[in-house]
């Protein structure tokens, strides 16, 4: 490992993945994508989706075309070596895991019962230097005794959800893990961006309810009808049983509602940004413990500037918003090292050492 002379601090990076191509399902792509994908994957093609105004089937491919790229280390703890490479000794990763066995895409290479015991592996020879969160989906069986295994016997550090693989946040089968959590202070990550890998199967009257509101929600495309189970506000119900929950709003709601902010007059349309709803969380007396992360969002650096001045200007946005990068999904945007020192370069000194390293020791609990 190569010594830093430009890291004098201890860095956490709050948003990681290491989970391979085994882990992902095999019909995870659609049909002549997946035909696309039996080619070598070139950026050049995921370029050409975008510019021909397929950017959901864009994204898919890029997510991929990360997973080949990953896949091709061989295995995680080579995936984790990798990333390790891009900075000081002794930085720290909250490594996140991902559970795709039930968003009815086909079955799994390898089970993520191994993803997780690997994980378990890779926290017992590298201590204090991983943080591993445990995946919880509602449909796993006895979930909350699942999760607490993972916890109190494997040392994992927290627990992550992506709701929009199929799933309200608010389902009842959750309600044990958030109360296991607060109780514990374990800290929550939840996928919070419009994009990103979504549910494949039926969208059912069921899967269509709110289990708390019973609001039923109409039929959309399965890409888009991500947006109603990744909404912050599915949130709001959560916390109100348990507002001392340590969650965490990873992307700070993605680039695409950061670009309406900075296009468009908020009179109108305030409310239904997710940018502004995760703000509002955080400066909520009521809820302590809101924090976001800026993983893949602030790849865009035109985009440094928002969160510069919301830090500056507000005490408590300042104090609970995570440096996180979302490797190895930004490799195809550019090097994780240029990520972080970009970023650094900007913020300055004492802004960059909040969200790399106090803002993660106060959320991690360390």
Excluded at 32 to 37: C, D, E, G, I, Q
Excluded at 79 to 98: A, C, D, K, R, W
Excluded at 193 to 217: A, I
Excluded at 307 to 320: P, V
Aim: aromatic share 16%; hydrophobic share 35%; charged share 20%.
């Amino acid at each position: 490992m190569i010594t830093s002379f430009y890291y004098p601090i201890t860095m956490i990076n709050c948003h990681t993945h290491t989970f391979t191509s085994k882990h992902v399902p095999e019909n995870f792509l659609p049909g002549y994508l997946k035909l696309v994908a039996s080619f070598v994957i070139q950026p050049w093609m995921i370029n050409l989706l975008e510019k021909l105004r397929m950017k959901g089937h864009a994204y898919l491919l890029k997510k991929y075309y990360n997973f080949m790229k990953a896949g091709e280390l061989g295995s995680q703890e080579k995936i984790f070596n990798h990333l390790q490479g891009f900075y000081p000794e002794g930085t720290q990763f909250v490594v996140l895991s991902m559970d795709m066995t039930y968003m009815d895409a086909g079955k799994l290479p390898e089970s993520f019962e191994n993803q997780v015991n690997q994980l378990s592996s890779l926290k017992q020879k590298y201590g204090d230097i991983i943080h591993p969160f445990v995946f919880a989906h509602p449909e796993r069986p006895d979930i909350l005794n699942f999760v607490r295994t993972q916890i109190e016997q494997n040392k994992f550090t927290g627990i992550k959800l992506y709701p929009a693989i199929g799933y309200f946040p608010s389902d009842m089968r959750l309600m044990d893990v958030y109360k296991y959590a607060e109780d514990k202070q374990i800290p929550i990550m939840t996928h919070c961006t419009r994009g990103g890998v979504y549910y494949k199967g039926e969208l059912t009257l069921d899967r269509r309810t709110d289990p708390v509101t019973g609001e039923v929600f109409p039929k959309a495309k399965k890409g888009v009808f991500t947006e109603v189970y990744s909404d912050p506000e599915r949130f709001q119900p959560i916390l109100e049983m348990y507002p001392k929950l340590k969650l965490c709003f990873a992307h700070y709601g993605g680039y695409g509602d950061w670009d309406k902010f900075l296009a468009e007059s908020w009179h109108e349309n305030i409310e239904s940004s997710w940018l502004y709803k995760i703000n509002q969380f955080i400066k909520n007396d009521r809820y302590p413990n809101i924090y976001t992360d800026i993983s893949y969002t602030l790849v865009r650096t035109d985009l440094f500037t928002v969160l510069k001045t919301f830090m500056e200007t507000n005490e408590k946005i300042r104090n609970h918003v995570l440096f996180g990068t979302d490797y190895y999904m930004t490799e195809i945007e550019g090097s994780e090292r240029f990520f972080g020192m970009n970023l650094r370069g900007f913020l300055g000194e004492s802004l960059w050492h909040q969200i790399a390293e106090e803002n993660p020791r106060h959320y991690l609990g360390i």
